[in-house]
């Protein structure tokens, strides 16, 4: 428990669990949206806070950490992300490839049933790098679909992508915005814009409610990371039972005494038998 409350005291805006909380106030993430857009925005409506968009059972489910739509129903996905995963199979970087499905996903909530896919509003991803994904310097890389054959002709889909690099050293961004990426890398508070995050996140901290709710998700991980362990232990003994009795089989070992030997029933490993000849 001590711990816990530990951990929770030394969270920062790279938190998800804080990111949410502090982009849940209006004024901030539309403040973060009109500077890195260089646009007014009238007013923003949340949908979703934390929203999991999980079409089907057999997709995968992603977690949206805060969708706001605009007053011109522009709708952005605001993500915190810390670290630079690989696929350990591929040994390929996800992040593209997340961008793609996290896109497509919120396309496909975003349509209701029979409607045409002309009313699709303009959408944003926008993911909040603390690590440089292109490692070119760039303050922001934002993409479009445009034509290979004619570079100036774009597709007019109006779905954009952002990764902002906070270890950017080059481009054309506003003093907040330059701000806000030196709260995120350093904690440091440079501007009025950073001092209110700073501040937010010093009332969330104070807040009992608050400290409850991040107390409850972590215990809430933990049960989930330990039933996942469990399922995994289980399986890998019952894959390293099955090719034990498989080696046994090919001894020549009987199925009675290989089953007592594996832990694998009878029926079991008379199937690993039958699938032997």
Known sequence: MQDLLTKFANLTIQSDFIFKKVMSRKRICKHLLEELLQIEIADINYIEAEKTIDPNYTSHGIRLDIIVADDKNTHYNLEMQVKNNKNPHTDTYVLPKRSRYYQALLDFDLLQAGQPYDLL?????????????????????????????????????????????????????????????????????????????????????????????????????????????????????????????????????????????TSLSIEQVEALKADQT
């Open 121 to 261: 509003p303009p959408t944003f991803i926008i993911f909040i790098c603390v690590f440089d994904f292109f490692e070119k310097g760039n303050y922001v890389y934002t993409f479009k679909k445009r034509c290979l054959e004619d570079l100036e002709l774009e597709l007019p889909d109006e779905a954009t992508t952002m990764l902002l690099n906070t270890k950017g050293t080059h481009g054309n961004i506003s003093k907040d915005l330059k701000s806000f990426y030196d709260y995120v890398n350093n904690h440091i508070v440079t501007t009025d814009f950073t001092k209110q995050i700073d501040d937010e996140i010093s009332y969330l901290k104070l807040d009992t409610k608050v400290r409850r709710e991040y107390m409850l998700m972590e215990a809430r991980l933990l049960d989930e990371r330990r039933e996942g362990e469990a399922v995994g232990f289980a399986k890998g003994e019952t894959n390293a039972n099955t090719a034990t009795a498989k080696r046994l089989l090919s001894m020549g070992l009987t199925v009675q005494d290989i089953a007592k030997a």
